[in-house]
């Protein structure tokens, strides 16, 4: 039997999005494309729930770019605990400070307090461990490594291609925009869907798939059912949020068609 993969983009501590989207897709296993922390005001309770899921079966998730930078920090720190080197402590607090000039800021607002000395558990739990990348196959299964069938390629900003800026290729897969192209992708792989770069609808540029809504603050999330033999079904939710700010996102590529489903609370379209 054929598992429905279901991609959730950045959801950026929107809880009650992520509840919506599961509600929607009851039996689907999820792949969660990473940046579900910061910016939103409930990280915690997302992080929580995702999880859950993952603690289920229901979801394999992805590391984003904010991920990446919550965890730069801790990793130093946990470092420097057993080599009490100031070398690694000094890192570990360039790492942080980083973090939260970037948007960790808002969830140290909303714990009421974070330092790496007390760091809290679940968040530590939810960095751990992340996948920077994942092939769907069409029989639903996610794979690690391109399979020898037809796959979709999801990856949080970019498919993995060594660039000058980043030279490790995953590391270059959580930052990359689209304009930083063109993304060659391996052999088998039909076509790839990303978060990242926020768009005004989900677009189509090449083989790319951008769907990124902005769902902090739009309250738009675009869900993706990922088909490597068929076009992918895109349904976007319209929840709680200003949906003219996605009007200040950049236009570009191909308009995908999505299905719209209003929330309880969404403004009018």
């Given at each position: 039997m054929t598992r429905q993969v279901v991609v959730i983009p950045d959801l950026h501590g929107r809880p009650d999005l992520l509840?919506?989207?599961?509600?929607?897709?009851?039996?689907?296993?999820?792949?969660?494309?990473?940046?579900?922390i910061d910016r939103g005001p409930r990280s915690m309770k997302t992080v929580e729930k995702l999880?859950?899921?993952?603690?289920?079966?229901?979801?394999?998730?992805?590391?984003?770019?904010?991920?990446?930078?919550?965890?730069?920090?801790?990793?130093?720190?946990?470092?420097?605990?057993?080599?009490?080197?100031?070398?690694?402590?000094?890192?570990?607090?360039?790492?942080?400070?980083?973090?939260?000039?970037?948007?960790?800021?808002t969830v140290r607002s909303e714990l009421g307090g974070l330092t790496l000395e007390q760091f809290p558990a679940l968040l530590e739990e939810y960095l751990h461990d992340l996948k920077r990348v994942v092939y769907v196959s069409d029989d639903g299964e996610i794979h690690?490594?391109?399979?020898?069938?037809?796959?979709?390629?999801?990856?949080?900003?970019?498919?993995?291609?060594?660039?000058?800026?980043y030279p490790d290729a995953m590391t270059a897969a959580l930052w990359l925009r689209p304009y930083e192209g063109p993304f060659a992708m391996v052999e088998g792989v039909t076509y790839s869907v990303h978060g990242h770069t926020p768009v005004p609808v989900p677009a189509r540029m090449g083989r790319h798939l951008y769907v990124d809504l902005g769902a902090y603050e739009t309250g738009r999330l675009a869900l993706t059912e990922v088909r490597p033999s068929g076009l992918?079904?895109?349904?976007?939710?319209?929840?709680?949020?200003?949906?003219?700010?996605?009007?200040?996102?950049?236009?570009?590529?191909?308009?995908?068609?999505?299905?719209?489903v209003d929330l309880p609370g969404a403004p009018p379209r």
């Open positions: 509840d919506a989207a599961v509600a929607e897709f009851p039996d689907a296993h999820f792949v969660g494309l990473g940046d579900a999880l859950a899921l993952k603690k289920e079966g229901r979801a394999t998730l992805l590391m984003g770019n904010h991920e990446l930078m919550a965890a730069s920090g801790l990793r130093w720190y946990r470092q420097y605990q057993g080599t009490h080197d100031m070398g690694d402590y000094r890192r570990a607090i360039e790492g942080f400070r980083a973090w939260m000039r970037a948007g960790g800021e690690d490594q391109a399979p020898d069938v037809p796959s979709v390629l999801v990856a949080h900003a970019s498919p993995p291609v060594r660039h000058q800026q992918p079904r895109v349904t976007v939710l319209c929840g709680r949020g200003t949906p003219s700010l996605g009007s200040k996102y950049p236009r570009f590529g191909e308009p995908i068609p999505v299905r719209a």
